[in-house]
């Protein structure tokens, strides 16, 4: 899971790039990065960190042109301590393409092998950002002869991306001289949106962005989602073309975007994220009933802030109070994309403090939008004792993640995932809670798709079933062993 956003305008675009960013900040902490093109010259400044710490007003000054992305990184792929594997990536030829990614390729050992034996292109990381750029790249050159360059040598180009590509890919590129490209994959599991701003001047600005909300809070009018397996291209001008790009698209978006990682303000696929929240919430009201003592519980407390929604929908649908009796410090960053275990579970009392007079004396129903690792659940089930709870019952708005997810989250090891070979009683032993209860899938994919033209999600870190090739177990036994290596 990563943010990234592209601009092109008649104005200087560096203020709304870095502005853009901190709205999509919530997508990536590890490391950011901007890249603006005048005329036919790349300026690009990357660094660790959050956005706020990352840019200068030097680097600002330097980031000049009209046309340019940026990148919010969270590590799903290579190392967060490696400032190489930071984004933007840039290529030289043909032309000069800069490029950012969102999700996670799926066969990177096949096409690394393609790349140096067949395609005679060296990687300098092991990112999988670098190996998309590099394969668009030979793929845009083997359409192109001189310097000319028309939109459909661009598409043709994307096209045989798809044909050689397997896995989750929102990309936004930078053709130098040319224009902006922004692509999906088939599936469109990660998320990308159009939008548009009309000048006085009657010139039109556009911008791509992971999330809506960037549209919405930047003043540009939210066209639509860019569907799967489409391409759009804007050029310097101004003029967006776009094209369906891959064979048999289908749209199968990632739920855990609605269960945990977009901001509830963005609307994605047509799904307003807040109210499937609300949904997952009503459904999950429901669950409890049939399998906690409802009648002993005192008070519904949200974890902050993603589980919010969904716990005032439980309140509210099961008639008991609802209470904030976590405080969350805004400024420890969010604890399920923090690159190591030890870090997040010395962060979690950082993050969280339980307020004593919520607790004291009290059975205490928890929401918690999932439960990953289990290391956060089981010090919040550890703080609500030490606040006075009572009883501590634990629900989760999504199901039990019981499989590694490989299109753009970082959960690659079955090991580190509490729920994976245990049953429900035994989760909520490790846990330390007196009852666990968790969303069903079925509930879980009808919350989210309701009222919407979606009718499929892309759910394999609930249910094993993956939905593009070479995800098998052999493959999954090679992702675990090479990132726990």
């Known amino acids: 899971m990563c943010g990234i956003v592209g601009v092109v305008s008649p104005l200087p675009v560096n203020q709304l790039i870095y502005d853009s960013l901190l709205l999509l900040q919530h997508?990536?902490?590890?490391?950011?990065?901007?890249?603006?093109?005048?005329?036919?010259?790349?300026?690009?400044?990357?660094?660790?960190?959050?956005?706020?710490?990352a840019f200068r007003t030097r680097d600002m000054r330097n980031l000049q042109g009209t046309i340019g992305l940026g990148h919010v990184r969270y590590t799903t792929k290579?190392?967060?301590a490696n400032d190489e594997e930071a984004q933007p990536f840039y290529v030289n030829a043909p032309y000069g393409i800069i490029l950012v990614h969102n999700g996670n390729l799926t066969n990177t050992r096949e096409l690394t092998q393609e790349l140096f034996h067949i395609d005679r292109r060296h990687l300098n990381t092991t990112s999988d950002t670098e190996l998309l750029l590099n394969i668009f790249a030979h793929e845009l050159q083997a359409q192109v002869s001189g310097l000319a360059l028309d939109p459909d040598q661009v598409f043709t180009a994307v096209e045989r991306v798809h044909e050689r590509v397997e896995g989750s890919y929102a990309a936004i590129a930078l053709i130098a001289g040319h224009g902006l490209l922004a692509f999906r994959d088939p599936y469109g599991i990660r998320p990308l949106s159009l939008g548009r701003h009309t000048g006085e001047d009657g010139k039109e600005e556009w911008i791509v962005a992971s999330e809506?909300?960037?549209?919405e809070s930047l003043g540009y009018e939210s066209v639509r989602e860019i569907a799967p397996g489409e391409a759009v291209f804007i050029t310097m001008d101004g003029e967006m073309i776009s094209r369906q790009t891959a064979q048999d698209p289908r749209l199968v978006p990632c739920s855990f975007e609605y269960v945990y990682l977009a901001r509830p303000d963005?609307?994605?696929?047509?799904?307003?994220?807040?109210?499937?929240?609300?949904?997952?919430?009503?459904r999950l009201a429901d669950t409890v009933a049939r399998y906690a003592p409802t009648g002993n519980i005192d008070v519904v407390m949200p974890i902050p802030d993603s589980s919010r929604p969904a716990a005032m929908q439980v309140a509210q649908k099961l008639g008991i109070e609802y209470r904030e009796g976590f405080y969350k410090n805004r400024y420890v960053g969010r604890t399920f994309i923090m690159p190591g275990q030890a870090e997040r579970k010395k962060s979690v009392r950082q993050k969280l403090n339980a307020m004593s007079s919520e607790f004291a004396g009290k059975n205490i129903l928890i929401v918690d939008d999932s439960i990953v690792r289990g290391t956060t659940s089981k010090e919040i089930v550890e703080m609500a004792r030490a606040a006075g709870a009572n009883e501590v019952t634990f629900t989760s708005a999504a199901p039990p993640v019981r499989y590694p997810h490989v299109y753009g989250i970082n959960m690659p090891s079955r090991t580190e995932l509490v729920a994976a070979g245990r049953k429900i009683p035994e989760i909520a032993r490790e846990l330390g809670a007196d009852h666990l209860i968790y969303q069903e899938v079925e509930d879980m994919r009808a919350a989210i798709t309701e009222g919407s033209t979606v009718t499929d999600l892309e759910m394999s870190c609930f249910t094993g079933d993956y939905v593009t090739g070479s995800v098998t177990p052999e493959y999954l036994a090679w992702v675990e062993a090479t990132q726990l290596s």
Not at 212 to 215: A, G, I, P, R
């Open 27 to 53: 997508r990536g902490q590890d490391s950011t990065g901007i890249t603006t093109v005048d005329g036919s010259t790349f300026h690009m400044v990357k660094a660790k960190g959050q956005v706020r710490e």
């Open 78 to 80: 290579g190392s967060a």
């Open 212 to 215: 809506s909300l960037v549209m």
């Open 266 to 282: 963005s609307v994605m696929n047509g799904i307003s994220v807040y109210e499937a929240r609300l949904r997952m919430g009503n």
